[in-house]
């Protein structure tokens, strides 16, 4: 079915003319839209054109071929909003039946088909022209402006039925009105980009862009959250990397304000999210300061850790030399042990994590901890000393001895948080330890 005829020779014109700058192309940039050329395309004589704009010389009154012109951009194409608004409905109830309920199936199938129809519409070429060559056409603009008011009624009643469907808003500013603007100049976009470039531009890019652009805007929660909520990790990053490419003061003590900062992060992120850059911001120092400081993160662990594992040394060297018990002086040493744990938390999080995760891929690293914080080194002695003594059983080897009793304590102080630290004791001390203790000569002839 060929396209419908203008009933009157001046629509018959003005159809002509709409024609040929669809059909744009060099001559006419060249030459102008000439008369002949319209005539011609309306199947019209020229005569008959400048019975229609006669010439008025000297009138001061446009005529002949300026009146046309002016008219044809002033005059609107035929369209039927109705019937665009009849094909949009239906092709969303097909795509919606076919996507079954996925809404990322259904976009990419929408906006393919919206891709292709402004691909394939006169209008947009139309829009094109006059974007080029009349934008300081004030008629002509006022009927592109209604075009696209037009165009907005529609794309806003399926864009609030869409979010209807979902349950869902959208983040502020944006609005139905605003997303309908982008949604219809990011298509525009790249159907202009598609006549130089077409390979760049497949169907499907305009569907690809959207998804992205409706995963950052619409808000399923219905939080009224603001667009800026959606960048903020990123912008936290980027905060980030410019306070420490900036950074021109040093902290007093870097090296604690390293330990200090690192310490937070660990235990806000986790040992293996935590980047150096955060460390750094945190810190106060540049990146380059960092890697000085401390070459890698396990050295930040190391010198979290090593005050700590000192101050233990101190504490059962006194309790050593006042010649406490034996079995006093382990117990002594898992009660500060559990307690020193609950205090640096994230540095023995870090700790067992680089042990029991690295120990295969970066066994230096682990080989490290142990060589510089190796706390059952600690109570080796004492655990000897009561093997030789008969306190302690001599089935296994005093280092076994005192790395279990300590692992042990590490393991439950990190997976129950909440639990009291003499509990914690309790409970390895009645599992373990006692399990360890030589029975008298009494017990065994009872």
Not at 181 to 191: F, M, P, R, Y
Not at 217 to 232: L, P, S
Request: with cysteine; glycine share 6%.
């Amino acid at each position: 079915m060929g396209p419908t005829i203008p009933s009157s020779t001046r629509e018959r014109l003005l159809a002509a003319g709409r024609e040929l700058l669809v059909e744009f192309d060099v001559g006419v940039l060249t030459n102008g839209l000439l008369v002949e050329q319209v005539a011609e395309r309306a199947g019209l004589s020229t005569q008959t054109f400048y019975n229609i704009y006669p010439r008025r010389p000297n009138s001061g009154l446009l005529g002949g071929k300026a009146a046309f012109i002016d008219e044809l951009l002033s005059s609107p194409p035929p369209r039927d909003r109705a019937d665009l608004r009849r094909r949009l409905q239906s092709e969303w109830a097909d795509q919606s039946a076919e996507a079954t309920g996925d809404p990322r199936r259904f976009i990419r199938a929408i906006c393919r088909w919206d891709f292709e129809r402004v691909r394939d519409s006169a209008e947009t070429q139309l829009r094109f022209v006059i974007c080029a060559f009349a934008s300081d056409h004030r008629a002509a603009v006022a009927e592109i402006r209604a075009q696209y008011s037009s165009v907005l009624d529609i794309a806003n009643e399926t864009n609030a039925e869409m979010l209807r469907s979902w349950s869902a808003s959208l983040r502020q500013p944006f609005t139905l009105d605003r997303l309908a603007v982008v949604l219809s100049a990011l298509v525009e976009g790249l159907v202009l980009r598609s006549r130089f470039d077409p390979d760049a531009v497949p169907a499907d890019l305009f569907g690809e862009a959207v998804i992205a652009l409706l995963g950052s805007i619409v808000d399923i929660d219905q939080t009224h959250e603001h667009i800026d909520d959606v960048m903020a990790a990123l912008a936290e990053a980027a905060i980030e990397s410019y306070q420490i490419a900036h950074a021109t003061e040093l902290p007093d003590d870097p090296e604690q304000a390293i330990i200090d900062a690192a310490g937070i992060e660990f235990g806000q992120r986790g040992y293996f999210a935590t980047e150096r850059a955060h460390i750094a911001t945190r810190a106060g120092v540049d990146l380059e300061t960092l890697r000085y400081l401390f070459p890698s993160n396990v050295d930040i662990v190391v010198a979290g850790l090593k005050p700590v594992y000192e101050a233990l040394a101190k504490r059962i060297s006194a309790d050593t030399r006042l010649q406490r018990s034996l079995v006093s002086v382990v117990q002594r040493y898992g009660l500060r042990l559990a307690d020193l744990i609950a205090a640096n938390r994230s540095f023995f999080d870090a700790m067992a994590l680089v042990i029991s995760l690295q120990t295969a891929q970066a066994p230096v690293n682990a080989t490290r901890l142990r060589e510089e914080v190796f706390f059952p080194g600690l109570i080796v002695e004492t655990f000897a000393q009561g093997q030789a003594d008969g306190v302690f059983t001599a089935d296994v080897a005093a280092v076994e001895l005192a790395a279990t009793y300590t692992n042990n304590i590490v393991f439950r102080c990190l997976t129950r948080r909440d639990e009291p630290t003499t509990s914690v004791l309790e409970v390895i001390d009645r599992l373990f330890l006692h399990g360890l203790l030589v029975r008298t000569a009494a017990a065994r002839e009872g």
